[in-house]
């Protein structure tokens, strides 16, 4: 057993260079230095050059993704909190995530098979905009390749984290309630957390679009595909 | 702390069960969520009860998903061989729900309500 494969300093090489990368982008305020997405790069890179298996680093990550489901159940929070808030607007946020399950499905699929995906991918990525759990049980139910449906909700969770607020920016989405709303929608959980990085309220109508769309799109995609013709 | 830690734990364990029992398809994190809200909204829970552990996961949530993006090593091969439609489904996909999702809420939004923007800060 290699000394770098030790739970304990892989949390402090993990740990260290998240700090590391959140203090230099606080410093810099460099959209390259996000912390997520330079932490995983960094941690995967050290873990080939040392010939270390994911198998190995999960005694260590285990640690850390242990806080995962608890921060999601944290999540009840804020939601408590905006009720009231969330109430009043139940038709708006109820249609904007019908809109954008059904988008999120289309696309993906359509986009893959315009660039010459195979039909394992296709249907393997229909999907990848909700939480893993859930993304994992809908792409089993329709013939797809469930550790590759994985993978690409992570893609589609560190993409949506990253750059999410300034393509909202972007295309002028000034409402505070749409921003957040659509990032649950977009890029279930890791979009939610970048939310509540900014503020609770964000977090809790994120988390909104995280569970709708969740939903919606476990109920739409075996339709959507279905009419596709691609199962 | 305990305390705290044992409510966030316990939401988690019930959601386990509903899960369990009923064979729902809802992840037990998901459910924890609500039963959560739930129970701060009917007064079963008090948020000084909670509030310190919550601050705590809620402000590094997005540290805790570090773990699971690593895990996309394991699968770097199976995505190398089709990177292209991957990559472009993920990344347009992505910003065609982003785009859609928000505009749609935003435009509701105002023509259901007189004053748009209420809720800013």
């Not at chain 1, 806080?67 to 804020?78: E, Q, R």
């Not at chain 1, 009720?83 to 359509?110: D, E, M, N, R, T």
Request: hydrophobic share 50%; with cysteine.
């Amino acid at each position: 057993m290699k000394l770098i494969s030790e739970p304990y300093i892989l949390l402090t090489i993990t740990i260290g260079i998240y700090w590391l990368t959140k203090y230099l982008q606080n410093k810099t305020n460099s959209v390259f230095l996000n912390p997520i997405l330079i932490t995983i790069i960094a941690v995967i890179a050290i873990l080939k050059a040392a010939g270390i298996s994911y198998d190995t680093y999960h005694e260590a990550g285990k640690y850390i993704e242990f806080f995962l489901k608890p921060s999601i159940v944290a999540l009840g929070v804020p939601l408590y909190l905006q009720i009231s808030k969330i109430k009043k607007q139940v038709i708006p946020i109820v249609i904007s995530q019908l809109v954008g399950a059904i988008v999120g499905i289309i696309s993906g699929v359509l986009i893959a098979k315009w660039l010459g995906a195979s039909n394992e991918v296709i249907i393997s990525i229909a999907p990848k905009s909700v939480t893993t759990p859930l993304a994992i049980d809908i792409s089993t139910s329709i013939g797809g390749i469930p550790s590759l449906t994985a993978s690409m909700v992570v893609m589609v969770g560190i993409f949506g984290s990253v750059a999410g607020f300034k393509i909202l920016q972007l295309f002028k989405v000034k409402n505070p309630m749409s921003k957040s709303l659509s990032m649950g929608t977009a890029s279930h959980g890791l979009g939610t957390a970048q939310a509540m990085a900014i503020s609770q309220r964000f977090g809790a109508y994120s988390s909104m679009g995280l569970i709708l769309n969740g939903l919606f799109t476990a109920l739409f995609t075996p339709i959507i595909l279905a009419l596709l013709g691609f199962i | 702390m305990i305390r705290q830690l044992f409510l966030i734990l316990v939401c988690l364990a019930l959601g386990e069960m509903v899960v369990y029992f009923t064979g729902i398809k809802i992840p037990s994190s998901i459910i924890g969520m609500l039963l959560l809200t739930a129970g701060l909204h009917f007064k079963i829970i008090k948020l000084k009860w909670i509030q310190g552990i919550a601050d705590f996961l809620l402000d590094n949530m997005v540290f805790f998903f570090i773990p699971p993006g690593i895990a996309i090593m394991c699968y770097l091969d199976l995505i190398s061989k089709e990177w292209i439609p991957i990559l472009a489904s993920v990344i347009g996909s992505t910003v065609l729900v982003l785009i859609s999702t928000s505009f749609t809420h935003q435009v509701l939004r105002k023509t259901r309500s007189k004053k748009p923007n209420t809720d800013k800060k």
